[in-house]
């Protein structure tokens, strides 16, 4: 195609090297031959790994299907998984940036299951990205959860890097198809913080 239709792709100002592209394999679309290439710092064990941890036996207990972005703070990649963990409701994990030398990998580990049975009107199934206030609290969103009395309609919880600490800091109430709820529930993506602020969307309600 011409210059304009790599504009409408790619946007004002970007070009391809058309050499570059006819010289041989590439690592990247049009980067240098010696670009460093993708890199995998952690595989979930999907559905059908069972890992035997704290509590009950669960499949793939340490997490699997991340729907979010990761967050970076202080050497550690924060995240959540939407599946896996305890009954299948999510996790929250960290997996540090660097190699680990002694052990040729990538730390990784499950800071928080979340879990419907002793933690009932806490959330599951963490969907959105995490965000880090200047306390060093991270906070999110689950999309299930809160409790029987709120229809399980989503919460907003907080909890330490360390995986300590978690609150659950707002429950969502689940409103029936007949009874619109103009407050939302179903919380689908991360928050933004601004100042003492966290500002986010719900899927439903409204």
Do not use: M
């Not at 004002?12 to 690592?27: E, I, S, W």
């Not at 599951?124 to 991270?138: A, N, T």
């Not at 978690?166 to 601004?194: H, N």
């Amino acid at each position: 195609g011409s210059e304009d239709d790599l504009d409408s792709f790619f946007g004002p100002g970007h070009r391809l090297d058309r050499h570059a592209l006819d010289d041989g394999p590439r690592t990247g679309l049009g980067g240098p031959r010696d670009a460093p290439a993708e890199r995998v710092l952690h595989g979930f064990g999907g559905p059908d790994v069972e890992v035997v941890g704290p509590g009950s036996p669960s499949r793939g207990s340490d997490g699997h299907t991340p729907r979010a972005g990761l967050l970076l703070s202080d050497g550690w990649l924060y995240g959540t998984t939407a599946h896996g963990g305890f009954g299948n409701n999510g996790t929250l994990f960290r997996l540090r940036k660097e190699v680990n030398h002694s052990t040729g990998e990538h730390d990784y580990e499950v800071l928080w299951r979340f879990r419907t049975t002793d933690c009932p009107n806490d959330g599951w199934q963490p969907y959105g990205k995490l965000v880090e206030d200047c306390d060093g609290w991270l906070s999110g969103t689950t999309y299930y959860g809160g409790g029987v009395q709120t229809g399980n309609g989503g919460t907003v919880f907080k909890i330490r890097k360390d995986g300590s600490g978690y609150k659950t800091i707002q429950r969502f109430v689940a409103s029936e198809a007949w009874v619109p709820d103009p407050q939302g529930y179903a919380p689908r993506t991360g928050l933004v913080l601004d100042q003492n602020w966290l500002y986010g969307t719900t899927h439903q309600g409204g």
